[in-house]
């Protein structure tokens, strides 16, 4: 009688196997083996406690993500004659999603130029992903200086909406500068809590700014002689 926990596998999660050689009332089992290959693993040797026989697997990052994945057992008597059996119930309709959110698109892409100052930074996932607590950093390229830094889930500058993640920056970008995006591997997860692996190089994201050609509006006050304060905005260029 085989038997595993049923679970939505992520990447770090265990999925833990047992036979129980009590059921089926073997009395001369030399060795079991549990193979995890649906999961993304392979063969692993079961240890044996009071007659039930179980090993574990941790699942690893990969290019899986079905439904009904199994784990099935190899018994062997001591006359080294293995019985391969399918698994039972406990142990189908198991998912497992071993794959992590990767970015599709970067907009502005990389090494783009002449990006406003005020422009939102997109990036597509190839799947919905949620924010977590790891930090956004937005460096400048010449001396290396984190110009601005904010945690991924603070909605008041990071908009995720299903696939698609729009990042405002608190302040607006020096114009004619060159920037890029460093990204924590704690940001952004999929639904399954598999991490992005984040931006940890400044080749990655990087974009070149426009120049900054908007007049600064200017605002003058002063007092009459007459007392009472009166504002004078002028658009000019200063």
Known sequence: ??????????????VDAEWNNNTDGNVDIASVIFDFSEFGGGDVAGTESAGVWSASYTVAAGSIENTNRNVFVEATDDATTPNTNAPVE???NVSVDN?????????????ANSVTTDADLILTFDEDVVASFGEIDIVDQTNGTQTQTFVANNTSYVNVSNN?????????FVGNNDYYVLIDATAFTDSEGNPYDG?????????QTAADLEAPNLTLSYTLSGGGDENLTNSSDI
């Open 90 to 92: 406990g142990t189908d």
């Open 199 to 207: 931006i940890a190089v400044s080749s990655t994201w990087g974009f």
């Open 164 to 172: 698609v993640v729009t990042i405002t920056a608190p302040n607006a």
């Open 1 to 14: 009688d085989l038997a595993a926990v049923r679970l939505v596998g992520a990447v770090g999660d265990q």
């Open 99 to 111: 794959q992590k959110p990767s970015v599709n698109t970067y907009d502005p892409a990389n090494l």
